[in-house]
C-alpha cells in the first residue's frame, strides 16, 4: 500500500531553535517528493521538490533530504521564526497520484 | 509559482442548500484541476480529478451525484456540493496543473459550514 508516514505529529519549538521533520514512504514507483508548509485554514504552498537522483536540496532555513534507498526524508528549519508555525506535509508522486502524509504541526513560541 | 484563487474562502449554509465553490488559475491553463477535501488534523484527501472539457473522475466512496464538478474552460473549474448536510463542513481545496504528469499548484481553500 503507499503510504507516507511523518514524524513527529506535532512540535513546540522555541524562537530561534532548529528542528527536524521526518517522512517515511512505501510509495512505489517514486516520482518524486515535495515539502509543503500549510498555514491554518489556507492551501499547501510548496517548499522543495526532490528526485530520485537528489540528496539534499535547499530553500532558504529550510533544507530538505532524501535517502531513496531507506524511502526517508527529513525537512530541517534553521533558525526558526515565528512564522514558521504551521503545518509541514510531505507528498510523495506515484505517476500521476499524490500521496500526502498527516503533516506535522509546528508552533514557534517566543 | 502559478497561482490558483478560490472563491468563496469561507461559506456557511443551512443543511439541504446547496453550495458551489469556484477554482481558478489565474496565470496559467490548467488542463487538469483536482478537488481534495481535508478534515481537522488529517490530510488532503483527493475527491476527484476534472479534465477540461470532460467528465471529472471520482475517487471511490465519493458520490458524484453530490459532488458536482463542471470544468468547462481552461481557467475554471467549480465544485457544487448538493443537498449539504452537517457531516459535508469540511476545508475544501483546489489544485490546477498543466496536465497530469505536472506540478500540482494548490488554493488557498474553502472552509464550508453546513449548519
Known amino acids: 500500500k503507499n503510504q507516507v508516514e511523518q514524524s513527529p505529529q506535532s512540535l513546540i519549538i522555541l524562537e530561534g531553535k532548529n528542528c527536524t521533520l521526518q517522512c517515511n514512504y512505501t510509495v512505489s514507483p517514486f516520482s518524486n517528493l515535495r515539502w509543503y508548509k500549510q498555514d491554518t485554514g489556507r492551501g499547501p504552498v510548496s517548499l522543495t521538490i526532490?528526485?530520485?537522483?537528489?540528496n539534499t536540496k535547499s530553500n532558504g532555513r529550510y533544507t530538505a533530504t532524501l535517502d531513496a534507498d531507506t524511502k526517508q526524508s527529513s525537512l530541517h528549519i534553521t533558525a526558526s521564526q515565528l512564522s514558521d508555525s504551521a503545518s509541514y506535509i510531505c507528498?510523495?508522486?506515484?505517476?500521476?497520484?499524490?500521496?500526502f502524509g498527516k503533516g506535522t504541526s509546528l508552533l514557534v513560541t517566543p | 509559482g502559478a497561482v490558483v484563487s478560490q472563491h468563496p474562502s469561507r461559506v456557511i449554509c443551512k443543511s439541504g442548500t446547496s453550495v458551489k465553490i469556484e477554482c481558478r488559475s489565474l496565470d496559467f491553463q490548467a488542463t487538469t484541476m483536482f478537488w481534495y477535501r481535508q478534515f481537522p488534523k488529517q490530510s488532503l484527501m483527493l475527491m476527484a480529478t476534472?479534465?477540461?472539457?470532460?467528465?471529472?473522475?471520482?475517487e471511490q466512496g465519493v458520490e458524484k451525484d453530490k459532488f458536482l464538478i463542471n470544468h468547462a474552460s481552461l481557467t475554471l473549474s467549480t465544485l457544487t456540493v448538493t443537498s449539504a448536510h452537517p457531516e459535508d463542513s469540511s476545508f475544501y481545496i483546489c489544485?490546477?496543473?498543466?496536465?497530469?504528469?505536472?506540478?500540482?499548484?494548490f488554493g488557498p481553500g474553502t472552509r464550508l459550514t453546513v449548519l
Open positions: 507528498v510523495v508522486r506515484r505517476e500521476y497520484a499524490l500521496n
Open positions: 476534472s479534465n477540461e472539457g470532460s467528465k471529472a473522475t471520482y
Open positions: 526532490m528526485t530520485f537522483s537528489e
Open positions: 489544485s490546477a496543473s498543466a496536465g497530469l504528469a505536472y506540478e500540482q499548484f
